[in-house]
């Protein structure tokens, strides 16, 4: 019989009303191969999708799985197979690929082999309000000490020295070095580049087109030169996209990867290609802190990054693609990420650092900048989410408020601006307060343009 594995369940809920999905357990007790899928949309033509990417440093012989299509008396079976590869120097090598010839454009759904470490996964008991006919409601599984899959690379990212000592005065000016944009980067050559843009009313409903203009012209009015998104959701690619072309600004978009994982993000990567305004996009990021957040490893996190590239390839995208996560998540998983991104993104907040004050929040952020772009070699680091909260408890040294807001985001901006990424546009209130009850006050607008 076919193996018990955590995927994702999925209840279909007829009617509308309230619905209880009973919790379920699954106990793996060896490490498990099965076959998954993901989609691509594919034009006409020949192409080729899947398989399994490593990464070897020399020659070396591969052993692993792969998923395969078998057909049978006109039966089409996906299976897993083990296969034997020999990578006969070092780089980055695709196993076993599928290839495909469509004779229309059409969605392109392709096995992929999904790896199970073990333990006890539960998917909780989930009670939900549904509102429409025939709606399915998928329910993921969580683990509490799942064994990570390890990685056939060799690769060994440098370490870095990730200390800091903030300096005993209270009255030290930020840096004013102006950054330079080397040839070929992204970033800008001045103190300011891009700002992060949600498309949430205060409730957390989506804002209308109307909205999203207004706010999208006072990104402009106030000097900078590109929006970062998160998704695709609440028609950001359409209304977010309008208001950007109106305004002659660019877009660093995003694929986000929530607590349903990497086959919750797959619709995502459909309504960019179907979207296919490549000529705004300066940047791809996939996953926001979605290691970090338990949402996918970085084995899997690696593997999805591959495949979105292919999609959007295939869909006339060439522009660079990245992840981003915190500076020690990328020490961590440097050896399967590298490969796979074109620069390297990363959420430096200065906040979360105990021993740093407003004052040295630029110094600070500067400092793990230079990290950043080391972890890679051949590749850049870019600062894709930076900010300071205007309320909340202090962290150590690190203390919100009004004025030690526009402190730190002055000191950065001085110190790194044209790299970095602002954290936010306006106050999150439809967000929990988290940590430190900062979580809703990064609203930032106001401080720029002045």
Partial sequence: PAPVVPT?????????GVYTIPATTVTLTESTTVCGATSTEVPVGTHTAGGVTTVVEKETTVVCPYAAIETNSDVTTSVIKTTTYVCPSAGTY???????????????VYPTPAS?????????EVVTTITKTNYVVFCPFTSPAPAPVKPTSTYVAPAPVVTYSAKPTTAVAPPKSTPTKPTGQLGSS???WAITYSPYQDNGQCKDAGSVASDIAKIAKAGFST????????????NIGNACEAHGLKIILGIFISSTGISGAAEQVTDIVKWNKWSMV?????????????????VELAAFIVSCKTAFKIAGYSGPVTTTETLDVWEKNAAVLCPVVDVVGCNIHPFFNAD?????????????????????????????ETGWPSAGVCNGKACPGKDEQYTAIKGIEAAVGGKSV????????WKEPGAFGCEQSWGAIQIFGQ
């Fill in 8 to 16: 994702p369940l999925a209840t279909t809920c007829p009617t509308p």
């Fill in 94 to 108: 695709t196993i076993a690929p599928l290839t495909t010839t469509v004779t229309k454009s059409t969605v392109w």
């Fill in 116 to 124: 199970y470490a073990p333990g006890t996964y539960t998917q909780p």
């Fill in 190 to 192: 001045g103190s300011q």
């Fill in 227 to 238: 929006v970062r998104v998160y998704s695709s959701d609440c028609s950001g690619l359409e």
């Fill in 282 to 298: 300066d940047l791809v990021v996939i996953g926001n802190e979605a290691i970090f957040s338990g949402s996918c490893s970085g």
């Fill in 356 to 384: 740093v004050d407003a004052e040295h929040a630029g110094e600070f952020v500067a400092s793990q900048l230079k990290i950043v772009d080391g972890l890679c070699p051949g590749k850049y680091g870019l600062n894709l």
């Fill in 422 to 429: 602002m954290f936010s546009m306006y106050n999150d209130l």
